[in-house]
């Protein structure tokens, strides 16, 4: 795979652009670079290794397909797809169709995640982040971003009161904000 | 951050899509106006988006990578095998093979070279367009002499509203509609112009997405038409040339 290797240094911006020239390899490049987050998202939600591939392969396929649906001028590519991989994980979770069209996600966001390096100061952070936060507040957060509870539901299964809910999980993203905010 | 502080909660849920329907529903009529809003959703969603890398650490089995590599293969996104040429045929003498061999390499690199170029030159020929495009729409809703109609519903609640935004002198119409109930599979909504003079002119079809929201941009319509009013009907799904009857909503210009 030494197409793939030489790719290693480009920007996400040029392996999308030799993508949407139907390169082969830069879309295995791309998948080595994004493949682990798209992945540990999926199975974090669904809890299964064979419906985590699957999401897996949608979302790449997908951007293989149309590369256009990921407009570079609204976010960047790593987070993007992380957010694809949620939603369609959670869609599959709840058995029901795809609810949001992907090309209406936008990903506004600061951390570039093309290096290996970066990934992993970025993910650090956000650990970092999550463990300083009182757990009532990390649970709430978890349960809407990983198992896609609305805050009723959230209510109902910690007994806590929705205005509590609403309050923890804004606080919990704002949290985040400011780690990558310094 | 100037989002408004009674939305600010609902924003975040919203970001995470954690939002029941009608509270939603109240907060989506709030962003239609509020770009300050608009602004902190777009924030919150990067901001959720961090909560993936909390899960990064489990890595893919390499069947997966395999599996994928080999559904791309299958579907090439465009057929760029090259002609075979038969060159040899063309080369009796073996003194000239080296030289003819070597002039075909130069020829084959070129005409992918030429691909690569026509490639590019097809992608910037659509950007151009689309830039074009997203120009047309963007002076269409600033201009001066654009009409504005607001189309209503004559009775009852989840009020389904659209407006029509016209520009006669190029035919330019958008339309954008709201609370709109979902309909059957082989029904549409369409939007009809209604001219001072003649028959409604078809505007366009369109279905609301899960939100009750849905949109026309710029159907093809006869040059500089003259409109009376905008109305909607409920179609079979391909559309129809003559509106049917009941008007569901209709509004008459400034």
């Known amino acids: ?182 | 951050m100037s989002a408004h502080e009674q939305f600010a909660e609902d924003l975040a849920l919203h970001a995470l899509g954690a939002l029941p329907a009608d509270e939603r529903v109240v907060l989506e009529k709030h962003l239609e106006e509020c770009a300050a809003c608009r602004r902190e959703l777009e924030q919150l969603r990067g901001d959720m988006a961090l909560m993936a890398l909390a899960t990064a650490g489990p890595v893919p089995p390499q069947r997966a990578r395999q599996r994928l590599l080999e559904a791309i293969s299958r579907e090439p996104r465009r057929a760029a095998a090259p002609a075979r040429h038969r060159w040899w045929t063309f080369v009796p003498w073996a003194a000239a093979a080296a030289l003819a061999a070597g002039l075909v390499v130069l020829w084959l690199q070129k005409s992918d070279l030429q691909q690569r170029l026509a490639d590019l030159q097809n992608q910037s020929a659509q950007q151009q367009a689309e830039l074009q495009r997203a120009r047309e729409v963007v002076s269409t809703l600033t201009a001066t002499d654009a009409m504005r109609v607001t189309l209503v519903a004559a009775k009852t609640p989840p009020q389904p509203e659209g407006k029509a935004i016209y520009v006669r002198d190029r035919s330019s119409l958008i339309f954008l509609a709201s609370n709109f109930q979902a309909l059957p599979p082989q029904k549409t909504y369409e939007l009809w112009l209604i001219p001072i003079n003649g028959a409604p002119i078809p505007a366009g079809i369109f279905k609301p997405d899960v939100h009750g929201n849905a949109s026309v941009i710029n159907p093809p319509l006869p040059a500089g038409v003259e409109a009376k009013a905008f109305a909607i009907t409920v179609e079979p799904e391909s559309g129809s040339s003559a509106p049917t009857m009941p008007i569901l909503l209709m509004g008459a210009g400034e």
Not at chain 1, 153 to 181: D, W
């Open chain 1, 1 to 182: 795979m030494s197409g793939t290797e030489l790719k290693g240094d480009l920007t996400d911006a040029a392996v999308l652009s030799a993508i949407r020239l139907g390169d082969e390899n830069a879309m295995a490049a791309l998948y080595d670079r994004y493949s682990a987050v798209v992945y540990s998202v999926a199975l974090r939600v669904l809890g299964d290794t064979g419906a985590a591939e699957d999401v897996l392969q949608e979302v790449f396929m997908q951007l293989w397909r149309n590369p256009g649906l990921f407009d570079a001028s609204r976010g960047s590519l790593g987070p993007w797809l992380s957010v694809i991989a949620r939603h369609r994980a959670i869609d599959g979770l709840r058995k029901r169709r795809p609810e949001t069209d992907i090309a209406d996600v936008v990903v506004s966001i600061e951390p570039d995640m093309a290096g290996a390096a970066e990934r992993a100061r970025a993910m650090e952070k956000v650990r970092g982040t999550l463990g300083s936060m009182p757990s009532t507040q990390r649970q709430a957060l978890e349960m809407a971003y990983f198992e896609g509870l609305s805050h009723s539901e959230i209510s109902a299964k910690t007994g806590e009161p929705l205005g509590t809910i609403k309050t923890r999980i804004r606080a919990g993203l704002l949290a985040l904000r400011k780690a990558f905010a310094s």
